[in-house]
C-alpha cells in the first residue's frame, strides 16, 4: 500500500535559521512526489514535482530533492511569509493510479 | 502555475437544503477533476474523482447520493450537498489534473457552514 510520511509535524524556526522537512514514502512505481504549500484557510499552492532519485528543484529560499525513500525540502534563511503547512504527496504506477497519497503536512512556524 | 477557481468561497445555508459548488480550471484543460474535504488540522480527504464526461468514482464511505458530482466540460465540476446537514459543515477543496504537466493544481476552497 502505498504511503507517505512527514516528518516534523511541526517546526518553530527564527528568521534566517535554515532547517529541512522530510517526507518518506513507500509506493509501488513512482510517477511522481509532489510538494505543496498551504496557508490556513485555503487550498495548497503548487510548490514542486520530482520523479526520479538524484533530482533536485529550488524556488527562491526552497530547494527539493529526491532519493528512492524520501525527499527533503530545504529552507534556507526562512521569512515570516514562509509560515505555513507543508504537505507532500506521492503518485505511484500502482493500484490507485489516479490519486495523490498526502502526508499529514508539517506546520512551520517561523519568528521574527 | 495553473489556476483552479471556487465559487462560492464561503456558504452558510439551512439544515435540509442543499448547495452547490463551482469548481473551474482558468488556463488548462483538466480531464480529470478530485474533490477533497478537509477537517481542523487535519490533512486533505479524497471524497471522489471524475472524469470529464464521465460518473465520478467515490471513495469509500462517501455518499454519491449526497455529493452529487457533475464534471461536464474539460473546465468545469460542480460539487452539490444534497440535504445539507451541520455534520456537513467542511472545508471543501476541488483540484483539476493538469495532464499535460501531470500535475494537480488545487482550488482555494469552499467554507461551508450548515446550521
Known amino acids: 500500500e502505498d504511503q507517505v510520511t512527514q516528518s516534523p509535524e511541526a517546526l518553530r524556526l527564527q528568521e534566517g535559521e535554515s532547517s529541512s522537512l522530510n517526507c518518506s514514502y513507500t509506493?509501488?512505481?513512482?510517477?511522481?512526489l509532489f510538494w505543496y504549500r498551504q496557508d490556513p484557510g485555503k487550498g495548497p499552492e503548487f510548490l514542486f514535482t520530482?520523479?526520479?532519485a538524484g533530482e533536485e528543484k529550488e524556488k527562491e529560499r526552497l530547494k527539493a530533492t529526491l532519493t528512492k525513500k524520501e525527499s527533503f525540502l530545504h529552507i534556507t534563511a526562512p521569512k515570516p511569509e514562509d509560515s505555513a503547512t507543508y504537505l507532500c504527496?506521492?503518485?505511484?504506477?500502482?493500484?490507485?493510479?489516479?490519486?495523490?497519497?498526502f502526508g499529514t503536512g508539517t506546520l512551520l512556524a517561523v519568528q521574527p | 502555475g495553473a489556476v483552479v477557481s471556487q465559487h462560492p468561497s464561503r456558504v452558510i445555508c439551512k439544515s435540509g437544503t442543499s448547495v452547490k459548488i463551482e469548481c473551474r480550471s482558468l488556463?488548462?484543460?483538466?480531464?480529470?477533476m478530485f474533490w477533497y474535504r478537509q477537517f481542523p488540522k487535519q490533512s486533505l480527504m479524497l471524497m471522489a474523482t471524475?472524469?470529464?464526461?464521465?460518473?465520478?468514482?467515490?471513495e469509500q464511505g462517501v455518499e454519491k447520493d449526497k455529493f452529487l458530482i457533475n464534471h461536464a466540460s474539460l473546465t468545469l465540476s460542480t460539487l452539490t450537498v444534497t440535504s445539507a446537514h451541520p455534520e456537513d459543515s467542511s472545508f471543501y477543496i476541488c483540484?483539476?489534473?493538469?495532464?499535460?504537466?501531470?500535475?494537480?493544481?488545487f482550488g482555494p476552497g469552499t467554507r461551508l457552514t450548515v446550521l
Open positions: 504527496a506521492v503518485r505511484g504506477y500502482g493500484g490507485a493510479t489516479n490519486k495523490l497519497i
Open positions: 509506493v509501488s512505481g513512482l510517477r511522481g
Open positions: 520530482l520523479y526520479s
Open positions: 488556463d488548462f484543460q483538466a480531464t480529470t
Open positions: 471524475s472524469n470529464e464526461g464521465s460518473k465520478a468514482t467515490y
Open positions: 483540484s483539476g489534473r493538469d495532464h499535460s504537466t501531470d500535475t494537480q493544481y
